[in-house]
């Protein structure tokens, strides 16, 4: 079966432009997770959603990102002015289970901010 | 709160030689365990996981780990690693509530012909 898809695989942007990241998870999953995986390091949560409800956004790094699934399935991490600091692979996760104990991961998105 | 150290942050063995992979834990409630391993460019692929029970856990590609509370550590362990074996591998853990995953920040494993 399919795993979890994200796109674009790659992204560049110019500092203070917004961007939009995908993330489509297994079918069937309840639980969708966002990563921030800077260069050389370990992934960072980011924020945490069963269905359609966001139950933990503590790892939000600022106001200026914001994600949404608000139908369950496919969700979408918006950063707004985008900052070089935001450079990184997103990464998104979906497990099949609530509450959730394994995790999928897609292949990330790499987000360079020029 | 959780954390995890991984106490090597690189790793150069011989083709065919054993690996062992140090991973220790810290927390306050009980917890779940995984390794992941990240290739170049890609995502991050469940190697293994320890939920419950047996504290020897098998996983893919003849990787295992041992779940020790006492030492709160999750090593992980290959007899005989290959070329392809190298690549980046995660420890990471999870209260048993569910959650968030909590990564190390990796080892780079560097296998050598």
């Known amino acids: 079966g399919a795993g979890v898809s994200q796109s674009p695989r790659y992204k560049v942007a110019k500092r203070g432009q917004d961007v939009a990241l995908r993330c489509d998870p297994i079918?069937?999953?309840?639980?969708l997770f966002w990563y921030q995986q800077a260069l050389g390091q370990g992934p960072e949560f980011l924020t945490y959603?069963?269905?359609?409800?966001?139950?933990?956004k503590s790892g939000l790094p600022s106001d200026r990102f914001f994600a949404e699934r608000p139908e369950g399935s496919v969700s979408t991490l918006k950063i707004q002015r985008t900052q070089q600091e935001d450079s990184a692979v997103y990464l998104c996760?979906?497990?099949?289970?609530?509450?959730?104990?394994?995790?999928?991961f897609g292949p990330g998105t790499r987000l360079t901010v020029l | 709160a959780q954390s995890v150290t991984q106490l090597d942050s690189q790793v150069p063995v011989f083709e065919e030689a054993p690996v062992e992979l140090r991973c220790n834990y810290s927390?306050?409630?009980?917890?779940?365990l995984f390794w992941y391993v990240q290739y170049p460019n890609q995502g991050l692929q469940l190697l293994l996981k320890?939920?419950?029970?047996?504290?020897l856990v098998k996983g893919i590609n003849g990787f295992e780990a041992e779940f020790n509370k006492s030492q709160t550590s999750f090593h992980l362990r290959k007899p005989s690693v290959h070329i392809s074996d190298t690549a980046e591998y995660f420890c990471a853990v999870s209260g048993v509530w569910g959650g968030k995953l909590i990564f190390g920040q990796g080892t780079e494993l560097s296998v050598k012909p």
């Open positions: 996760a979906s497990s099949p289970v609530e509450p959730p104990d394994t995790q999928y």
């Open positions: 320890y939920l419950s029970g047996s504290t």
């Open positions: 959603f069963q269905n359609e409800a966001q139950l933990d």
């Open positions: 079918s069937g999953h309840v639980s």
């Open positions: 927390s306050s409630v009980s917890v779940y």
